[in-house]
């Protein structure tokens, strides 16, 4: 499954903690520091895709009714985001090489 | 504003609309909730945004029922269709919803207007210019704007692009090296 930006934050709100949708709504805002601000209906679309993959996998909390259903990362998301992550950082790390190189 | 969204979900296919509508509404619900603090131009914005949302996904969960892809779509940006990576490709501005939106509004009751003048003023009036609001289908009026939009949406960013303003340009003018933001 390929990873979107959306789909990252969403990964990234699950890996700290299980939420449910507006949670994750509220987390990915604030780690964009406001740029990202996603829709319900493409938080939804992103959540199918996950759960399909079986990235992610529904949460059964206490206070459980079907309008708040919570999320996890399974084992299977978490290897993918951390490999995603690996990915970024070594191309971040190839982006400021080359761009210090171009300056001097 | 619950009950347009209500509405919106039933875009949805019914499988789909079992199985996250109940969720979706309670999230709408909040953000709806949030959001009223906001002055009217915020609140407006927040509806064609959620509005946009709902009918694109909507758009989007039907398509993948017809074409029976699982995962590997790339039917749009906002979804996994694509790397986490900046591209420097044309994208359908999100503001352009909700003008959308307010054009089809307005343009569906200017016809509406016009089919009660018409219908109030005698016919031994010739039609007058090539356009007879009346004859004019919910089909061919959405056609219409539609195509409108785009067209407008894609002038609007070609502009913006000339004037080096967009986001391709903001993105290449940035300077990587100049300081790094604190973690988290």
């Known amino acids: 499954m390929e990873v979107s930006e959306p789909v990252l934050l969403i990964l990234l709100s699950l890996a700290e903690q299980p939420r449910h949708g507006y949670a994750i709504l509220q987390d990915t805002e604030r780690m964009s520091e406001g740029r990202v601000r996603l829709s319900t209906g493409t938080l939804y679309g992103a959540l199918a895709r996950l759960l399909e993959e079986k990235w992610i996998e529904r949460f059964k909390e206490q206070d459980h009714s079907r309008g708040k259903q919570a999320y996890r990362l399974t084992a299977a998301g978490r290897r993918n985001l951390q490999r995603e992550v690996t990915r970024m950082k070594h191309l971040t790390r190839v982006a400021a090489l080359r761009a210090a190189r171009k300056e001097t | ?184």
């Open chain 2, 1 to 184: 504003m619950l009950a347009l969204y209500r509405f919106l979900l039933h875009l949805y296919p019914a499988a789909y609309r079992y199985e996250y509508g109940e969720e979706m509404l309670e999230v709408l619900s909040q953000v709806a909730g949030e959001n009223r603090k906001g002055n009217v131009l915020a609140r407006v914005w927040f509806g064609a945004h959620e509005a946009g949302g709902l009918v694109f996904g909507a758009l989007h969960e039907h398509l993948r029922g017809i074409t029976g892809l699982h995962g590997n779509g790339r039917f749009s940006s906002m979804y996994s269709g694509g790397r986490f990576a900046m591209r420097s490709e044309f994208r359908f501005p999100k503001a352009t919803v909700g003008l959308m939106v307010a054009i089809l509004a307005a343009v569906m009751w200017t016809i509406e207007k016009a089919k009660a003048i018409s219908a109030s003023v005698p016919h031994a009036n010739p039609p007058v210019g090539p356009i007879r609001p009346e004859q004019f289908t919910i089909v061919e009026t959405l056609l219409a704007v539609l195509i409108w939009a785009i067209a407008a949406g894609a002038i609007g960013w070609a502009i913006v692009f000339a004037m080096r303003r967009s986001g391709v340009h903001h993105l290449s003018e940035m300077n990587p090296s100049a300081g790094q933001r604190s973690g988290k």
